[in-house]
């Protein structure tokens, strides 16, 4: 090394530099600490890969020049409070150029992770680089909206800023992934609500207005805490997988950015002949779905994904043979497996997820249908229903369908990308039953007539169980695969195999087509 004195303006630029780094801010750090939480470049530097972080705007500071002082400002709101810039995530299993990502953090730190002036900039070249180089993004989206305290630029209503619109504009461009701890209201919230995926921690509150602006709007004092917590925005769908902490929101994160950056060796999957007798024979019987997509899958790579919303539908991503997929399953253990207005809601948004970023769909079936009656139609099941039917007619990635007990009605046509010959392959297991709808119903519908004919109320509930009988022999998978309604009926054991092999067929040579598909943020 030189024994020659350093030159000033190198000693100026690491001395500004060190103030930016968390050790600079020892109070700070320590006040986060105490209340359970990482900064932000210390989840970055969880996050990516080491030594691979290449940050946007470090020198950038709260535009306040006017009330308050240069060295005041350098020293307590570094980066602007939004640290920014690319990195590899997941290098170890996909290489420099498939891990390469964008990564924002919002700093608690710095103004409660406010949004400044020069941080809506930063966000606004950060956006257009992402759109340009076609990053997957992971946003750390923790802090308290807009900052009305910044003076250095005129403005009225800084409604003009882009920011919002640029970050939304990339809805089925990239997969986007925002992390939440803590509080996260107004524009935070709105940078989250935008995402692809939200993964949260039990502690957070998410509102798209925090206690000021709700107090401001005349609506009454609420704590922070009490604006959105995670026992009302997990169960409606708001987020999509809840962890403990910060460490777990980074390793959740890490798997999921996965799926959409490709395949990885894979996992040996569970003993494939225990498939055989987890579906019940009895139709009525309920079971847990999530162990058949456990076995199916490639061991310890399923994550599901909104699981207190509309229970009743299961949507997860998983791998086959280290192919990233996703996985649409009926529920029996709620509602019957029943399709409501929210599963559909669910499902639907789900299906424009994988369509819009390239995984294949597993759909897997056991289903009674659309569950109907004034209570369902109150809740707009027209439109939220038919929701699920456009997204599975439209997709552009190959969907496979496995029956694995009971398909009736427009529900399972719905789970079949409308008709049991969307998917590239159709099969059922030996227990399947099909149908137009539910059996019983059925009968009771045909022989109305002949049923009212008949006056003891005994005889004629025996009518109907020889005719529901006769209905289920009728409607067995065997006998619609006769008539060739469905492609096969399988070996439960085998199902797996014909997943990976079909899937292969059906990605060798197509190509998707149709041009950029937005996700619908609900």
């Known amino acids: 090394m ?4 350093l030159r000033a303006d190198y000693a100026e630029l690491l001395r500004r530099r060190a103030l930016t780094e968390d050790a600079a801010r020892p109070d700070a750090v320590a006040k986060r600490h105490a209340a359970g939480g990482r900064t932000a470049r210390e989840n970055i530097a969880d996050l990516v890969d080491p030594g691979s972080f290449i940050e946007y705007g470090r020198f950038a500071i709260a535009a306040q020049r006017m009330r308050r002082d240069l060295d005041d400002l350098i020293a307590r709101t570094p980066a602007d409070g939004l640290v920014a810039g690319t990195a590899r995530v997941n290098g170890e299993l996909f290489g420099d150029e498939r891990a390469t990502c964008a990564v924002l953090s919002y700093d608690y730190t710095v103004l409660a992770g406010t949004q400044g002036a020069l941080g809506h900039r930063k966000k606004d070249r950060l956006f257009e680089l992402i759109e340009r180089m076609r990053l997957p993004t992971v946003f750390f989206a923790e802090g308290g ?7 250095d630029y005129p403005a009225v209503s800084s409604l003009d800023t882009r920011a919002f619109k640029l970050w939304a504009q990339l809805s089925g461009v990239v997969p986007r992934i925002a992390v939440v701890k803590g509080r996260c209201f107004a524009g935070n919230a709105a940078i989250a609500g935008c995402s692809d995926l939200i993964v949260a921690t039990r502690d957070t509150s998410i509102g798209m207005g925090g206690p000021a602006m709700i107090a401001g709007g005349g609506l009454g004092e609420v704590a922070p805490d009490e604006v959105g917590p995670i026992g009302v925005q997990e169960p409606n769908g708001v987020v999509d997988v809840v962890v403990d ?4 929101a980074v390793r959740v994160t890490k798997r999921l950015l996965a799926y959409f950056q490709g395949r990885i060796p894979a996992r040996d999957p569970g003993d494939q002949t225990r498939l055989r007798s987890m579906v019940p024979e009895r139709a009525r019987r309920a079971y ?9 899958a490639d061991a310890d790579s399923v994550t599901v994904l909104r699981p207190r919303f509309a229970a009743e539908m299961v949507t997860a991503l998983a791998r086959f043979d280290g192919r990233p997929v996703g996985i649409l399953a009926n529920n029996t253990m709620v509602m ?3 399709i409501t207005a929210a599963a559909s809601d669910k499902a639907a948004r789900f299906l424009q997820l994988c369509d819009a970023f390239g995984l294949p769909v597993i759909s897997l079936v056991d289903c009674p249908g659309y569950i109907v ?6 809740e707009a099941l027209v439109r939220r229903a038919s929701r699920l039917l456009v997204a599975g007619a439209t997709l552009r990635v190959p969907l496979i369908a496995v029956i694995l007990r009971r398909g009736y009605g427009l529900g399972t046509q719905a789970m079949t990308g409308g008709s ?3 998917p590239v392959l159709t099969v059922a297991w030996p227990g399947a039953h099909l149908g137009p709808m539910g059996l019983e119903g059925a009968v009771r519908l045909g022989l109305r007539k002949e049923l009212e004919a008949i006056p003891d109320e005994a005889e004629r509930e025996e009518r109907v169980r020889q005719a529901t009988a006769a209905a289920q022999e009728n409607a067995k998978a065997l006998n619609a695969a006769q008539l060739f309604e469905i492609d096969d009926v399988i070996d439960p054991a085998d199902t797996r ?3 990976i092999d079909t899937l292969a067929a059906a990605t060798a040579h197509a190509e998707l087509k149709g041009g950029h598909r937005v996700v619908d943020t609900w």
Request: aromatic share 0%; no cysteine; net charge negative.
């Open 2 to 5: 030189s024994d020659e004195p």
């Open 245 to 248: 902490d910060e460490a777990e």
């Open 373 to 378: 009656g004034p209570a369902a139609e109150a």
């Open 288 to 296: 847990p779905v999530l162990p058949i997509i456990e076995t199916l």
């Open 145 to 151: 909206g807009g900052r009305p305290g910044d003076t």
């Open 420 to 422: 049991l010959h969307e």
């Open 336 to 338: 019957a497996g029943s």
């Open 497 to 499: 195999r014909l997943i």
